[in-house]
């Protein structure tokens, strides 16, 4: 299975840029999505396709990337965007998701 | 809008099954995969295996095969996952979720929690 690591956690300020990375085992071409989880909340999707804004999705996330390296952008950052956020590759079967990454703000 | 809405949540027995469902709205149920998904506490998410509604085809992940049945009731709209030899490991909450493209879940049900305990 494609194995998709991402960093635990990360903690910022309001009003900063973050990234989160994304790294695939194995090439996924452009087929990286990124979804956002609040805490008892279903996941939302973000960005599809490693670049594309979901409808609905503010303007201040962003995605980019392909092969095997990938990375969310928010930019400035929300206290509401303190969520947990997920990869998830369907390039290869099975589709996997990364581990999350929980971001936190100071 | 596109709606999921997921059955309750279900306490059972190690050893026992569960069917969970996830009535769809909004679209032609026909003519989308449904996707279901595991979520441990704490853990991250596992695919599970999809169903397309139109002809009753599946595919599942192979972690799964065994495990997880998928079914769809064209007149009601309504997708169905029976979970089978129930373990503790099986504890988890459970969603539907709808794709575009047909690659990236849109749409997600609000997810069902499946506790197994003696």
């Known amino acids: 299975d494609t194995v998709l690591t991402q960093s635990p956690a990360l903690a910022v300020s309001p009003g900063e840029r973050v990234s989160i990375s994304c790294r695939a085992s194995?090439?996924?071409?452009?087929?990286m999505h990124w979804y956002q989880q609040k805490p008892g909340q279903q996941p939302k999707l973000l960005i599809y396709?490693?670049?594309n804004l979901a409808s609905g999705v503010p303007a201040r996330f962003s995605g980019s990337g392909s092969g095997t390296d990938f990375t969310l952008t928010i930019d400035p950052v929300e206290a509401d965007d303190t969520a947990t956020y997920f990869c998830?590759?369907?390039?290869?079967?099975?589709?996997?998701f990364g581990g999350g990454t929980k971001l936190e703000l100071k | 809008q596109v709606q999921l809405q997921q059955s309750g949540a279900e306490l059972v027995k190690p050893g026992s099954s569960v069917k969970i469902s996830c009535k769809a709205s909004?679209?032609?149920?026909?003519?989308?995969?449904m996707h279901w998904i595991k979520q441990q506490p704490g853990n991250g998410l596992e695919w599970i295996g999809w169903?397309?509604?139109?002809?009753?085809?599946?595919k599942y992940n192979q972690k799964f095969n065994g495990k997880a049945t998928l079914t769809a009731d064209k007149s009601s709209s309504t997708a169905y996952m029976q979970l089978s030899s129930l373990t503790s490991e099986d504890s988890a909450v459970y969603f539907c979720?709808?794709?575009?493209?047909?690659?990236?879940?849109?749409?997600w049900g609000q997810g069902t929690l499946v506790t197994v305990s003696s």
């Open positions: 979720a709808r794709t575009e493209g047909p690659n990236w879940f849109a749409y």
């Open positions: 909004g679209y032609t149920f026909t003519s989308y995969d």
């Open positions: 169903i397309y509604p139109g002809n009753g085809n599946t």
């Open positions: 194995e090439g996924v071409n452009s087929y």
């Open positions: 396709k490693a670049s």
């Open positions: 998830q590759q369907s390039w290869n079967d099975p589709r996997t």
